[in-house]
């Protein structure tokens, strides 16, 4: 069983930064690729960006390449994701997803709204 949490949305002005974060708790021997989606309102939720559980690689939408940094901090089972120069575009729920074993497990999800 693997739950995750995330944290860090707020309402911030178009350019502005803000840091997500997705606190992962599962098998305590494992280390898990995790990735981040958002789902705006009115939209279907899309793939933002991934960090890989071997060697760390990241992958990111071209929506957000360039802005927005996933990376994780293995002691604290922590996923981050900074993000930059925010659009009104990036208005959104942030969730992020484990799949592990077969199965895809979620977070509630934490609210980015990006405007003046």
């Known amino acids: 069983q693997v739950q995750l949490v995330e944290s860090g949305g707020d309402l911030v002005q178009p350019g502005g930064s803000l840091r997500l974060s997705c606190a992962v708790s599962?098998?305590?021997?494992?280390?898990?690729?995790v990735n981040w989606y958002r789902q705006a309102p009115g939209k279907e939720r899309e793939w933002v960006a991934s960090i890989t559980r071997s060697n760390g690689n990241t992958y990111y939408s071209d929506s957000v390449k360039r802005r927005f940094t996933i990376s994780r901090d293995t002691a604290k089972k922590t996923v981050y994701l900074q993000m930059v120069r925010l659009k009104s575009e990036d208005t959104a729920v942030y969730f992020c997803?484990?799949?592990?074993?077969?199965?895809?497990?979620w977070g509630q999800g934490t609210q980015v709204t990006v405007s003046s």
């Open positions: 997803k484990v799949h592990d074993l077969g199965r895809d497990y």
């Open positions: 599962g098998s305590p021997d494992k280390t898990y690729s």
